[in-house]
């Protein structure tokens, strides 16, 4: 059995990005409301698990706050500053759509310590593999600004924490349903990162994470888009791993496996438009733990990121908590509701982006 840890702090459940409807602030034509984003959901995700008797095959750790030494490997003096200050004023945005509260400096720390403290312990041999429950997410932050709920870049640390500590090479694979713009824009030159997002096309950041942006410079060919059309399901992504993510990992080879594990490309999200299940990332999880076996000792780091569905998301964190235990697929009471959607299987238009990637891109070309 895998040696397991799971790293959660209460303060990542207090983050909150206040009143608003959908993902915007109360304002004009806008009702207050509780957002989707908040992060109590969280805290029922745990709970799942823990009532699943899953957590029980976890070694379960309550991170550090990440100091300004680790923000630092990614991001800039003015950027960590903006955020302290917004959130030391209790509310307002510490950059584009990236709306805090008293606690959100704090939880942003917190979610950057636990991806890095899990990945030191990895590459120390203290645990096989890892998942880090957190929020804020990360993968929209860039190096000089908070965007989309994101405020640290908490997997592009904790690779950047990962070299620091002696590794070289370390394969980033975003399933988030949106682009990870701020982890692509830290590695674009970076020929030791392989980022690998699977997204759905065109939508957010718009006009980002395109079939045609594959890396510049010395990390030209280190950069894999995958953007899969609205509506893509189970078979989709599972080619996409099959097809592009597994060939393109052995071409590059990897010491240490990072996933930005978002949620939102579950079939109930409200931010996205696809139709993964609970068995989708289980599968998922499963063939990359496969995938690290293979090639990196078995070091595998899971960081959570979106997921806005209150009544899925818990269901969908258990599904990947018991792949990464070697556990079955846990019970998915709401699995009848799209598993029989036609878009579970891999339709044409989805298949010609795989195809035209198989052929076209650097790495597997
Ligand atoms: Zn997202």
């Known amino acids: 059995m895998p040696n397991l840890a799971w790293y959660s702090h209460e303060v990542c459940f207090w983050h909150d990005p206040g009143q608003g409807s959908g993902y915007l602030p109360v304002g004009p034509g806008i009702e207050p409301l509780r957002q989707f984003a908040v992060d109590p959901d969280l805290r029922r ?17 309550t991170p550090a706050p990440a100091g300004d030494d680790d923000l630092l490997l990614v991001h800039t003096r003015e950027h960590v500053d903006r955020v302290e200050a917004a959130s030391a004023l209790g509310a307002g945005d510490a950059g584009v759509y990236a ?8 939880a942003a720390r917190v979610a950057v310590g636990a991806c890095v403290q899990a990945t030191e312990a990895v590459l120390d041999g203290r645990h096989d593999r890892a998942y880090c429950l957190v929020r804020p997410p ?20 904790a690779a950047r ?4 500590h002696g590794v ?12 990870g713009n701020g982890i692509q824009r830290t590695f674009y030159t970076d020929p030791d990162v392989l980022y690998v997002s699977i997204h759905q096309e065109g939508l ?20 894999l888009n995958v953007p899969l059309p609205a509506g893509s399901g189970h078979e989709a992504y599972l080619a996409a791993l099959t097809r592009l993510v597994e060939p393109a990992a052995r071409a590059f080879g990897p010491e240490l496996i990072l996933v930005a594990a978002g949620l939102d490309a579950g079939g109930h999200d409200p931010m996205g438009r696809m139709m993964c299940t609970s068995r989708t990332f289980h599968a ?4 990359m733990c496969a995938l690290a076996d293979e090639l990196t000792g078995g070091r595998i780091v899971l960081a959570h990121e979106g997921g806005y569905s209150a009544w899925y998301q ?25 598993e029989h959607l036609p878009g579970q299987r891999l339709r044409p238009h989805q298949n010609r982006v795989l195809a035209h990637l198989e052929t076209h891109h650097p790495l597997l070309a």
Do not use: K
């Open 45 to 61: 995700a745990e709970g799942l698990v823990r009532m699943a008797g899953v957590l029980d095959h976890y070694t379960q750790v």
């Open 99 to 106: 709306h805090v509260n008293h606690h959100s400096a704090h």
């Open 138 to 157: 990360g993968h929209h932050a860039e190096p000089d600004r908070a965007m989309a709920l994101c405020l640290y870049n908490n997997v592009a640390i």
């Open 161 to 164: 924490a990962a070299q620091r």
């Open 168 to 179: 070289r090479r370390v394969l980033v694979l975003d399933w988030d349903v949106h682009h």
């Open 204 to 223: 957010f950041p718009p006009a980002s994470g395109l079939v045609t942006e594959t890396g510049e410079g010395a990390g030209a060919g280190r950069t």
């Open 284 to 287: 998922m999880t499963a063939r």
């Open 314 to 338: 818990p269901t969908l964190v258990l599904a990947v908590a018991s792949a990464l235990a070697g556990l079955p697929e846990p019970p998915d009471p709401f699995l009848h509701s799209l």
